[in-house]
């Protein structure tokens, strides 16, 4: 039996009498690319902020890395790396401060740091920019950098609240190479996003539909279930009855 | 610890980069201090006076019993001893004391000339200036008063003396006034903003989702702001004394040390601000109305504090920039120490433990 990391039994959360997330259910494995899909509004982020101990559940359970979403919010947050929906990196330091910044808060060594921030300058391609701004680079590189920060630390998971919001498709596909290999670097991903193509890229996935998850498997059994030639088709046949949405 | 350092100097990179905070940091002291240097007058009602007679006759009684009945002065005590008259003072809540020599009738009605002293406390020149208008304007009358018609008026020669501040210097008064305007600009508004501007830019969330300890990221921000007001405060002292020729009577350890804390005050109400505010115009808006007006309403630099209406001087008892004026008052321009202060330093202290315990414990709850 595959070790379980992420696991949401019943999970609720409301604001006042509006159910933002309502009775989810969901185990994440070990070293998986895990897509939570829906539309906007149908209560990823509301989902993703108590899973990383952000905000409490009104109800149900859930544990990350083995610790309680209620009880062990502090052990969780030793575990994990975020990115969060909106650009998370300061804008007025240069790449390599930003980097520097970030390890250091998760308690990386100093020696460790710059190891890793060469190493992962190089890889990124970011050799001439390491002086420069963040809020100088193109959107996709910060997406990118601001991924890798996210797992600098090396978590044991990893949270993507719709990373490639915005970025053009080449640099999309750039993105989902980094995230494969973290995942094979050992690192749980759980990632949101509403582009469909890139739910093919998930090892399993989930839909969200007004608060409900209600869909959860790998992207061929759900295209085989709904009889579907495509995940965007899935998505559509699932989402026709939701009444929320921000747009 | 480690981290701390680390975040601290995030900070000071976000302060250093940002030009447009640091012009308005340093450009403040220099234009508040040009504009307030000149001076500000204004009514004087119900002053604390005290008299020392040394003469007791029937000419001091009508002239203090005059004095008394006007609206402007309430006379507390009438046989203060010579000794007596700088301790008074120097207690504050009395502005001025008017003095008797011996004699004083006898030499009025016999050689038809008497002196009178009056010794105000220069440390506020507008309020000691027009104090002492006041009481000539009185003595002036009741000389008219006595003097029987026709033959030679009697003259009453006031000789009029200003305590700690010989020459009435006008920037005097201002510049503690200054003082507490500037670091709570600064502190208050600035560290607010920083703070909300995370929670804006959403890095807030990053930070809290780290195992960074939410009380660090407010110590971290604080930090910055402490430093650069000190700074900003050597700043305003030096322009007080080599442009404004101000001099420093007391403890520059102490002047240094009770700022210390009136900042620390003003970081924590800037940090409580935040925590109920998510946009940077709010947290701005809130530390102008919370607490830059009523410095410059309730701390008594623009307006003594005993001409407002009660209401006014219950209230301007919770403000803490009226306290640090009246200590840096004191220090600065009287060359007090500590035992003199002591009491407005505590007063400071609770409501910055105050402050700062509130600030701690909203901003846990917002991790909800
Ligand atoms: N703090 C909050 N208070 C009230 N309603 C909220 C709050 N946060 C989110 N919501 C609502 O919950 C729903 C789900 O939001 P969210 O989780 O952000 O959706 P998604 O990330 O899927 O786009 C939305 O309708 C949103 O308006
Ligand atoms: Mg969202």
Known sequence: MEEKVIICNDLTKQFGDFYAVNKISFDVYKGEVFGFLGANGAGKTTAMRILCGLSYPTSGKASVAGFDVYKQQESIKKNIGYMSQKFSLYENLTVSENIEFFGGIYGVERSEISMRRTDLIERLGLEKEVNKMVGELPLGWKQKLAFSVAIFHQPRIVFLDEPTGGVDPVTRRQFWDMIYEAAAGGITVFVTTHYMDEAEYCNRISIMVDGRIEALDTPENLKKNYSASSMDEVFYQLARGAKRSDN | ?368
């Open chain 2, 1 to 368: 610890m480690k981290q701390l350092f680390v975040f601290i100097r995030k900070e000071f990179y976000h302060v250093f980069r940002d030009k447009r905070t640091l012009l308005i940091m340093f450009g403040l002291p220099i234009a508040q201090i040009l504009l307030f240097g000149y001076a500000i007058t204004s009514e004087v009602k119900n002053s604390h006076i005290s008299i020392s007679d040394n003469s007791r006759d029937a000419n001091t009684e009508q002239l203090i019993n005059k004095i008394k009945s006007s609206s402007y002065f309430i006379v507390d005590e009438t046989s203060l001893s010579e000794q007596e008259i700088e301790n008074t003072l120097k207690r504050g809540n009395v502005r001025c004391v008017l003095v008797f020599p011996p004699n004083f009738g006898n030499n009025l009605l016999h050689s038809g000339k008497a002196q009178i002293q009056i010794i105000a406390d220069g440390s506020d020149p507008n309020t000691a200036k027009t104090l002492i208008n006041y009481l000539t304007a009185i003595i002036a009358d009741y000389q008219q008063e006595i003097s029987p018609a026709a033959v030679l008026p009697y003259v009453i020669v006031p000789e009029t003396r200003m305590l700690y501040n010989e020459e009435g210097n006008g920037s005097l008064n201002f510049i503690p006034g200054v003082m507490a305007l500037i670091l709570m600009i600064v502190c208050t508004a600035l560290t607010a903003v920083a703070v909300v501007k995370e929670k804006e830019l959403g890095t807030m969330e990053v930070l809290l989702v780290s195992p960074f300890k939410p009380i660090f990221v407010l110590i971290s921000k604080a930090v910055p702001y402490l430093v650069l007001s000190l700074a900003n405060f050597t700043l305003i002292v030096l322009l007080a004394v080599f442009v404004l020729n101000v001099e420093i009577k007391g403890s520059i350890l102490l002047l240094f040390l009770v700022s210390t804390l009136f900042i620390i005050t003003c970081l924590s109400f800037g940090l409580l601000i935040s925590n109920v505010t998510s946009s940077q115009q709010t947290a701005l808006l809130l530390s102008i109305m919370g607490m830059m007006i009523p410095t410059l309403i309730f701390t008594g630099f623009m307006f003594p504090i005993e001409n407002m209406p009660w209401v006014f001087q219950v209230i301007s008892n919770i403000v803490p920039s009226r306290w640090y004026f009246l200590i840096i008052k004191s220090v600065m321009l009287k060359g007090l120490g500590f035992a003199y202060i002591w009491k407005e330093v505590l007063v400071l202290i609770v409501m910055t433990l105050a402050l700062l315990g509130v600030a701690l414990k909203n901003f846990k709850i917002r991790l909800e």
